[in-house]
């Protein structure tokens, strides 16, 4: 695994990818943030790394990257799914976790919000568009201030 970071206007960002794409981006210390071990990595600047950091400066500056690099996140089928909804929710937008569950027939939108917290991609996969059901800012591995302010740089109400 190849490892760098960015540095975000919301703190130190850690990005990991394999030879088949990004792994993982996630805030240095948020919930979550995953232990390695000696051995484990190598702090190193791969493509998909490179244009990862690329896609943040865009996103960061205010504009909506036309592109998207490689994803490769590890989970197990249903958050899988999950993740894949979230994908498709458009910038400046939110939809509830009982709106992911019902995409997905799936009864449990707690289960949904589970897989949700665990997204191993942030802002990418953008986990931060969920809101709970009366449309206030829940759980958000971040930080919710982090979460408020990513909704605001996308124009989100």
Partial sequence: MNL?????????LLLAADQTGLTGLWFVGQKYFPSFSDG???ENETPVLTE?????????SGK?????????PQGSSFRQAVWNVL?????????TY?????RLNVRSAQAVGGAVGHNPISILIPCHRVVGSDGSLTGYAGGLARKEWLLHLEGAR
């Fill in 4 to 12: 760098t970071r960015y540095e975000s206007p919301l703190g130190s």
């Fill in 40 to 42: 484990d990595f190598f």
């Fill in 52 to 60: 990862a950091k690329h896609w943040l400066s865009l996103y960061f």
């Fill in 64 to 72: 909506e990257p036309d592109f998207l690099p490689s994803l490769h």
């Fill in 87 to 95: 994908l498709t929710i458009p910038r400046g937008q939110t939809m």
């Fill in 98 to 102: 009982g709106e992911i569950a019902r």
